[in-house]
């Protein structure tokens, strides 16, 4: 994570004018983001608990990056009024093993969620919920916590929760703090609900809180709300990698997938109809926030938990090293914390920068160890492990793969290995296909170089460097 700052941005909560004064670093394309040295004035415990700023967390569900134009509102809020990370991604492009990691800030051969099946495996007490609760925040989850969680269990360390079980769009079943009920109407709406009530309590209960809110979109099987269910979506083209005319270069069970382009772009429809309500859902979040005076000093972050294929490379779901799948939308805004400005940080970033950046925010040292980085601080990395793994009853592929991602590259592995009933990953482990790609040139990702490429090549190209890193990530 890099060296702490003394007092990090609660000193510039507490001086800001001095802190202007002296001029501290900003974050790269934002507005200032002052870190006061430790000439700071020290600041009282509950001067500082009255600073630290409330954390809403939006996570959507199977959301592509490039599904914007219906989250309009979202947008000019969170991305108009605050920062888009450009390069977004996702550590794992599953449901369970995405949020694990958005809540631990590990990667999940660390966390050890490789799976859907696995959410067990989470340490709960290494949490960002935990670490938040044990600071005096007051925490609330709305939606979708972890896949096949018990509807009779309550999610460790929420004391105010309604968790959604099993996920679905109408008529969703809830455990509301205990009591589990069906609620007719639709699910995000639901949600909406929940959460707005939650953050009401914020003009009475003086504690500052953690907001977790997980609408079920844009999941298949893609339901949108009747308001919603004809409403126009741009047409769309499509992409050329959903009409990729020779797949000879790619692994096998590509070379067999035969989605269509006619079934992507029906796809593409029905999941932004779905995020035209998490759009309707965001809106009335921020203006509750604004209606109880909580808007500028709550830490707003929004993201996808993995993205999804609409027919690249014949494919119509995620799990796959491919830019659709690993590619997320992600916003933040913070105004007390300098990030209202509207500005594109063009770092490399994933979900697992997160619960670093949600604990610096708040001040707190986390006692388990992180995998994130701190957005709020300066730096960048220059390259991202991408991680799945094939559950080992699961007759489907992908194997299990992982990926040496930058900015302009991507070097990927597919493994003989698999998860076995406890989670943990059995094979052999031996390299069974390899893909290279130059995303500026190759954006869509329609030719892989390493097809009968020489060993002079691909050691021009880097790949035993960049295959060296990666394996030197899987293990870290």
């Given at each position: 994570?890099g060296?702490?700052?003394?007092?990090?941005?609660?000193?510039?909560?507490?001086?800001?004018?001095?802190?202007?004064?002296?001029?501290?670093?900003?974050?790269?394309?934002?507005?200032q983001?002052?870190?006061?040295?430790?000439?700071?004035?020290?600041?009282?415990?509950?001067?500082?608990?009255?600073?630290?700023?409330?954390?809403?967390?939006?996570?959507?569900?199977d959301?592509?990056?490039?599904?914007?134009?219906?989250?309009?509102?979202?947008?000019?809020?969170?991305?108009?009024?605050?920062?888009?990370?450009v390069?977004?991604?996702t550590?794992?492009?599953?449901?369970?093993?995405?949020?694990?990691?958005?809540?631990?800030?590990?990667?999940?051969?660390?966390?050890?969620?490789?799976?859907?099946?696995?959410?067990?495996?989470?340490?709960?007490?290494?949490?960002?919920?935990?670490?938040?609760?044990?600071?005096?925040?007051?925490?609330?989850?709305?939606?979708?916590?972890?896949?096949?969680?018990?509807?009779?269990?309550?999610?460790?360390?929420?004391?105010?929760?309604?968790?959604?079980?099993?996920?679905?769009?109408?008529?969703?079943?809830?455990?509301?703090?205990?009591?589990?009920?069906?609620?007719?109407?639709?699910?995000?709406?639901?949600?909406?609900?929940?959460?707005?009530?939650?953050?009401?309590?914020?003009?009475?209960?003086?504690?500052?809180?953690f907001a977790?809110?997980?609408?079920?979109?844009?999941?298949?099987?893609?339901?949108?709300?009747?308001?919603?269910?004809?409403?126009?979506v741009p047409?769309?083209?499509?992409?050329?990698?959903?009409?990729?005319?020779?797949?000879?270069?790619?692994?096998?069970?590509?070379?067999?997938?035969?989605?269509?382009?006619?079934?992507?772009?029906?796809?593409?429809?029905?999941q932004?109809?779905?995020?035209?309500?998490?759009?309707?859902?965001?809106?009335?979040?921020?203006?509750?926030l604004?209606?109880?005076?909580?808007?500028?000093?709550?830490?707003?972050?929004f993201?996808?938990?993995?993205?999804f294929?609409?027919?690249?490379?014949?494919?119509?779901?995620?799990?796959?090293?491919?830019?659709?799948?690993?590619?997320?939308?992600?916003?933040?805004?913070?105004?007390?914390?300098?990030?209202?400005?509207?500005?594109?940080?063009?770092?490399?970033?994933?979900?697992?920068?997160i619960?670093?950046?949600?604990?610096d925010?708040?001040?707190?040292?986390?006692?388990?160890?992180?995998?994130?980085?701190?957005?709020?601080?300066r730096?960048?990395?220059?390259?991202?492990?991408?991680?799945?793994?094939?559950?080992?009853?699961?007759?489907?592929?992908?194997?299990?793969?992982?990926?040496?991602?930058?900015?302009?590259?991507?070097?990927t592995?597919?493994?003989?290995?698999?998860?076995d009933?406890?989670?943990?990953?059995?094979?052999?482990?031996?390299?069974?296909?390899?893909?290279?790609?130059?995303?500026?040139?190759?954006?869509?990702?329609?030719v892989?170089?390493?097809?009968?490429?020489?060993?002079?090549?691909e050691?021009?190209?880097?790949?035993?460097?960049?295959?060296?890193?990666?394996?030197?990530?899987?293990?870290?």
């Amino acid at each position: 994570m890099g060296a702490r700052v003394q007092l990090g941005r609660r000193g510039f909560l507490a001086g800001a004018t001095a802190a202007a004064a002296v001029g501290a670093g900003c974050m790269p394309g934002s507005r200032q983001l002052l870190e006061v040295q430790a000439e700071a004035r020290p600041i009282q415990e509950e001067e500082r608990a009255a600073k630290r700023p409330n954390v809403l967390l939006i996570v959507t569900d199977d959301h592509p990056k490039h599904a914007a134009w219906a989250l309009r509102k979202t947008r000019k809020w969170l991305a108009k009024g605050g920062v888009e990370y450009v390069h977004g991604h996702t550590t794992t492009p599953l449901c369970a093993p995405a949020r694990a990691s958005i809540f631990s800030g590990r990667y999940a051969h660390n966390h050890g969620v490789r799976d859907n099946h696995q959410k067990l495996l989470l340490d709960q007490d290494a949490t960002i919920q935990r670490h938040l609760r044990d600071a005096g925040y007051r925490n609330g989850m709305f939606g979708k916590f972890l896949n096949e969680w018990r509807i009779a269990s309550p999610p460790e360390h929420f004391e105010d929760f309604a968790v959604l079980s099993p996920v679905g769009y109408v008529d969703g079943r809830f455990n509301h703090n205990g009591k589990v009920a069906k609620l007719p109407g639709y699910t995000t709406h639901r949600i909406r609900d929940f959460a707005r009530d939650f953050i009401r309590k914020g003009e009475t209960d003086s504690r500052p809180w953690f907001a977790y809110v997980a609408p079920y979109a844009s999941h298949a099987p893609f339901t949108p709300e009747e308001r919603y269910e004809n409403a126009r979506v741009p047409a769309w083209s499509g992409r050329p990698s959903m009409s990729e005319a020779d797949q000879r270069d790619k692994p096998a069970y590509l070379r067999e997938a035969d989605v269509s382009k006619t079934r992507g772009q029906t796809i593409r429809r029905q999941q932004m109809r779905t995020l035209m309500s998490v759009d309707d859902m965001v809106q009335a979040l921020r203006d509750e926030l604004k209606a109880t005076g909580q808007l500028d000093n709550t830490l707003v972050i929004f993201i996808g938990d993995n993205g999804f294929l609409w027919a690249d490379h014949g494919w119509a779901r995620k799990s796959v090293p491919y830019r659709p799948a690993i590619e997320v939308p992600f916003y933040l805004s913070w105004p007390t914390g300098g990030l209202a400005s509207g500005t594109k940080d063009r770092r490399l970033v994933a979900n697992i920068d997160i619960s670093a950046t949600v604990l610096d925010a708040a001040g707190i040292r986390p006692r388990t160890p992180q995998d994130g980085r701190s957005l709020l601080r300066r730096g960048s990395r220059d390259h991202l492990l991408v991680e799945f793994w094939r559950r080992g009853v699961d007759p489907r592929l992908p194997h299990s793969w992982a990926s040496y991602v930058t900015k302009t590259e991507q070097y990927t592995e597919y493994y003989d290995l698999r998860t076995d009933a406890s989670g943990k990953p059995v094979g052999s482990g031996k390299v069974l296909f390899r893909e290279y790609y130059d995303l500026v040139k190759d954006p869509y990702q329609l030719v892989n170089k390493l097809h009968e490429a020489s060993r002079a090549q691909e050691k021009a190209w880097g790949i035993p460097a960049m295959a060296s890193r990666l394996s030197a990530s899987r293990t870290v």
